[in-house]
């Protein structure tokens, strides 16, 4: 099936011939549907610790700092804002030249809102000849959002949203990427110094590069720290083979296989390169302007001392594993993996080797928030390969819609995933986990596309928050609404927490 030519291709991209047989294969088996216990729930998996509670915990962080660790806060930021546009375009293509429908309405009526209104005004100036609102007054709404899409202009359609302009500030506007250095700042720095690591795609790397150049000096400055500033991007090895609806592999017009992206799971390769003892996980565009950060700052240290004490507690336990555990002090490892680490033997012995295997692995904290009906995964009591269970977060379409159970749990799930984690990646020897070895390799999925109006069939790797944090341990904590703002189309930017 695989042509000399085909090998290759595959051998320049750093896969090997077992992978994508392996992954063609999966194309004809598909993956298995999760066996759920429950939706996770207070008191259930997901703790809400009172005030005198996240005091302890913001001290916990603040003491293991001051130990000297190293803290990266990780911002996946590859994506393309193309879909946060996708109406725009459309207004723009539309066989109508005024705003009809209620987004369009929406954008041209609070146009001054926007933190790129400036920038916009002045692009439509050399382009036009006209600022905005000539042209809104001369009926030209179009040559606006052009102005704003295409690359003779802002060509906000084209890039990616941690370089658009979020939020106004008396000193001019700042992007995504620059509200992170900010928290970077505010709840990662350690030593004097924030590393911060974001993943982007080949194509915006100098873009990237240049603002962190232009603007990181600045918060530096302002915040009284060094920036360790890094980038890094998706591996081509990450990517998968598609196929066609027959399962065969999927060709160019040229006859060379396509390959795809293999989807925020292929990252769990580049956050195993991040030298680190803990991690932040954040989305690039989960950002709010400094006026509301201090929630956001006061929950991130919260979650962190949520991790760092259930971590120290996990390396005790695991060296008194090494010394020889007496019966007692078994018991009592066997309750903080049930109890503190939410893992069920379900009738396994919890014995010195389980416990141990159950102890010796990443860990996760991960805030969720209550759910008002966003899209997306939530957190979840699940059975793992070995037939114990634990917590997981879970996306629709690794549930088995046809089971009414499963269904009703999902939809009724409390709570959301905001993606919001803070992660410990070093044992208790201070050896980096290889953290590839703890993905679940049968929570991928396949979906349908299409190229050049042929469908194919397109596979993901588990995904980083989910499958490829499968075997980890994991605790949920309850944060506020508020800490959670993603901006998923323009007219977002309208909301009050992005003003």
């Known amino acids: 099936m695989l042509s000399q030519q085909d090998l290759q291709q595959i051998a320049q991209k750093g896969i090997s011939q077992e992978q994508i047989e392996s992954q063609l294969n999966e194309f004809k088996t598909g993956f298995p549907f999760l066996k759920l216990e429950a939706a996770a729930g207070i008191g259930r998996g997901i703790i809400a610790p009172d005030a005198a509670e996240r005091k302890q915990y913001e001290d916990a962080w603040n003491a293991y700092k001051a130990e000297g660790k190293r803290v990266v806060k990780f911002v996946p930021a590859s994506g393309a804002a193309s879909r946060m546009f996708k109406n725009m375009f459309a207004f723009v ?3 109508y030249d005024v705003p009809t429908t209620d987004f369009e309405k929406k954008y041209f009526d609070s146009i001054e809102k926007f933190a790129f209104y400036d920038a916009l005004d002045a692009i439509c100036q050399k382009n036009e000849g006209k600022g905005i609102k000539a042209l809104i007054a001369d009926g030209n709404y179009k040559a606006v959002a052009a102005n704003m899409l295409k690359s003779e202009g802002l060509n906000y359609g084209q890039l990616p ?19 992170h250095l900010v928290e970077g700042a505010l709840y990662a720095a350690s030593n004097g110094e924030a590393h911060v690591h974001f993943t982007v795609s080949h194509e915006h790397m100098e873009l990237f590069k240049a603002k962190v150049a232009e603007k990181a000096d600045t918060f530096a400055k302002k915040y009284g720290i060094k920036y360790d500033i890094t980038f890094s991007e998706q591996k081509p090895s990450t990517d998968t083979v598609a196929a066609n609806p027959d399962n065969t592999p999927f060709r160019n017009d040229d006859g060379s296989l396509l390959f795809r992206p293999g989807g925020h799971g292929a990252l769990i390769e580049n956050l195993n390169e ?29 979650i962190a001392g949520v991790l ?10 695991l060296h008194i594993l090494d010394a020889g555990a007496t019966d007692a002090q078994l018991a009592e490892i066997a309750e903080f993996v049930s109890k503190c680490l939410c893992t069920d033997a379900k009738g396994k012995k919890a014995d010195a080797a389980y416990l141990r295997e159950k102890l010796n692995r990443p860990m996760r904290v991960c805030g969720v928030v209550k759910n008002v009906g966003e899209p997306g995964g939530g957190p979840f009591l699940t059975y793992n390969q070995d037939g114990t269970v634990s917590l997981q977060i879970l996306e629709s379409s690794q549930i088995d819609t046809n089971n009414e159970e499963y269904m009703k749990m999902f939809t009724q799930g409390t709570h959301f995933n905001p993606v919001d984690l803070v992660c410990a990646v070093k044992n208790y020897k201070g050896e980096p986990f290889n953290l590839p070895e703890f993905v679940d390799k049968t929570t991928g999925f396949i979906s349908s596309k299409s190229k050049a109006g042929k469908e194919l069939k397109a596979l993901e790797l588990p995904g980083l928050w989910n499958g490829a944090m499968s075997n980890w341990s994991t605790v949920f904590v309850e944060v506020p609404l508020g800490t959670f703002n993603p901006v998923k189309t323009v007219n977002d930017l309208l909301r009050d927490q992005h003003q």
């Open 274 to 302: 991040i030298d680190a003892d803990v991690i932040f996980i954040k989305n690039i565009d989960n950002v709010v302007p400094d006026r509301l950060k201090p929630e956001t700052v006061e929950w991130k240290q919260v």
């Open 93 to 95: 293509d539309a066989d």
């Open 161 to 179: 949203k941690g370089l658009l302009l979020f939020h106004k500030y008396e000193d001019g506007a700042r992007t995504p990427m620059e509200e």
């Open 308 to 317: 760092v004490t259930l971590q120290k507690k996990a390396f005790e336990y």
